[in-house]
């Protein structure tokens, strides 16, 4: 461990130094506060001029009642409507629901569909607008802090494990961890980021989760954990990460224990054939790094937010399993581990055929409504999306440490295995969005190639802005 490392570490423990003071002192976290800030309000400029004025330009939208049946994302006077355009749309409209009238789990099928939102960001919203804050801003603010949040621990996560690295260059890893929160924040569906959705708030949990793990703040782990699962049903993903972090590392907090060794040496010294050498090797790669201590158990706090979900759902009438079940709803079905990506492709090609045969009457596919055309563009755009994320994936297993690899692996399994009958890809983005490590690999990737990076940069931005602009006119975008 670094000397720098175990000075940020002991930091905390100066009673009489308040915490801005202490990031003041440290040039490190200087620049990651002032690369992040630049992200943030670069990215929501962006957002906000793209979103508002493609409304001002061509109006709300034809869809614009479709899906707001309490008139919760309209109302505000003209100047209120346009600002709200970029951050109050589809889903939006779930959260200032639940959040003003909550789930209301007694009223049976009626409600149902709500339990599909998992209850910490509107109780966060809720708690905001309770201070005197319209629930629209207040959502927007809870989500711009959260992002904030998410990026600085995204720069700091970026530097500790590119400088970990055999080989590394200072100017390199500044340079990625500069170009990850710009990545993060200019990603095409982070505007999210922004919107009235739980997004940011789970990037900045997940994110926040490693960083302690990481730091051996197992207490926190667990908390983080917990607060996660209680925003989104893949918060209970976590869990895999935290413990290949405890048991395998890295870690900061204590070196390895003696074991590791203990077992190597055993392997080399036994005798036998080749098969038993194989299977001994194998044995001392997945024999843990770190002793079981203690502080393992606040790893058992992970779930606790899934559980008080259901429990509450139970205890107020409901089903305590209907978050599982609402989903449904939305027509997903499980096919398989996934084999969501194999019936995403076939529903691009056929997307592809129905858009080069220039009719509607015909439909290649499972339509999901409106327009044959549309769906056959939005199926290209996932399968798009799928096939961009492949890359990054296996850049991340063969990168960062496994622990990383192994979380998005393990998310992707969620929407991958679970598709949409219409659409089987639907809300990939949104998943892929959050799953930070690949931004970490790109930035990386990035950063050993400084031609590419303003390009990336732009190419980004301007997809971001394309599909808040589909977004504020109420069109779907997921």
Known sequence: MSSDTLGELA???????????????????????RECWRALWISRAVVWVAGAGTVLAFGFGPARTAFDPPGVTRGFGWLGDLLAAPAARWDAAWYLVIAHYGYRPELGTFT???TAFFPLYPLGLRAIAWLGAPPVAAGVA?????????????HRLTTLELAAGAGARADRVAAAARLAVMLTALAPMAFFFSAVYSESLYLALSVGLFVCARRGRWMWVGVLGALAGATRSTGLVLALPALM???YGPREDRARDFYEDRLRRSGRAAAGGGRARAVRLIAGRLAPRYALRRDVLWLLLLPAGVVAYGTFLGLSGGDPLAPLHAQDVWGRHFAGPYVGAWDGLKAAFDGARQLLSFQRRHVYFAAAGGSPLVDAGHNLMLAGFLLAALP???GVLRRLPLAYGAYVVAALALPLSDPVRAQPLM????FLVVLFPLGIWLAAWLAERPR?????LVASGALMAL??????TWHWVA
């Open 452 to 456: 590419a990076q303003t390009p990336a």
């Open 392 to 394: 990054a994936v296996v």
């Open 112 to 114: 149902a569909s709500r």
């Open 142 to 154: 809870l989500s711009v802090a959260a992002l904030a949040a998410a990026l600085y621990g995204i």
């Open 11 to 33: 930091v905390p423990f100066e009673p009489r130094v308040g915490w801005w003071a202490r990031v003041r002192a440290d040039e490190e976290r200087m620049t990651a506060v």
């Open 467 to 472: 599909f808040v602009a589909q977004f504020a």
């Open 245 to 247: 972090i405890y048991l």
């Open 427 to 430: 809300s990939l983005p949104r």
